[in-house]
T-cell receptor, first 114, second 114 residues
């Protein structure tokens, strides 16, 4: 079955360390997204990519970086510049089109500070 | 600025009772509207969406939603709630402009009493 796979499910970061969250999809979707979810705040967009080798900042991109070298993969790096990284991170994908929105989500990665 | 408001942070209903979750949006043009459901520790699953046409839309799991332009609302309803419906529900609006960007409400957590 097609879907989005996020790994790991739980991740711990030490002070000053960069960590990378994996997101892989086999839905053949061109567009992919990273969201951050904090309690009581819904989802906020970190980065999105409409096509391979292209990506744009979302609303809260500071302290994060991404790459899109392959259609299936959109890894997110949480850098040491992100001072409050503890959150639930969700990856999503969709076919392009302004009215369709992300329709497929992974099961998330929960990141905590050691 | 575009925004989505879910006035109820937490709702408790008895199993078998009817349910209505409220959603109001602020957006100048005709919006594309979505409802998602999230079980604890999981990703989001699309319940239903409204693009145009009939203002009453049917979704999965017996849910429906009604778009009311005059009230800028897109409330989610279910005639008879099941214990398995306990989850968090998110309303979202898609912005136009050639790329997919969803604005999410803060969510409504639903508890179901047996």
């Amino acid at each position: 079955d097609g879907g989005i796979t996020q790994s790991p499910k739980y991740l711990f970061r030490k002070e000053g360390q960069n960590v990378t969250l994996s997101c892989e999809q086999n839905l053949n979707h061109d567009a992919m997204y990273w969201y951050r979810q904090d309690p009581g705040q819904g989802l906020r967009l970190i980065y999105y990519s409409q096509i391979v080798n292209d990506f744009q900042k979302g609303d809260i991109a500071e302290g994060y970086s991404v790459s899109r070298e392959k259609k299936e993969s959109f890894p997110l790096t949480v850098t040491s510049a992100q001072k409050n990284p503890t959150a639930f991170y969700l990856c999503a994908s969709s076919i392009p089109g302004g009215h369709l929105g992300p329709q497929h989500f992974g099961d998330g990665t929960r990141l905590s500070i050691l | 600025a575009q925004s989505v408001t879910q006035p109820d942070i937490h709702i408790t209903v008895s199993e078998g009772a009817s349910l209505e979750l409220r959603c109001n949006y602020s957006y100048g043009a005709t919006p594309y509207l979505f409802w998602y459901v999230q079980s604890p520790g999981q990703g989001l699953q699309l319940l239903l969406k409204y693009f145009s046409g009939d203002t009453l839309v049917q979704g999965i799991k017996g849910f429906e939603a009604e778009f009311k332009r005059s009230q800028s609302s897109f409330n989610l309803r279910k005639p008879s709630v099941h214990w398995s419906d306990a989850a968090e529900y998110f309303c979202a609006v898609a912005l136009s402009g050639g790329y997919n960007k969803l604005i999410f409400g803060a969510g409504t957590r639903l508890a179901v009493h047996p």
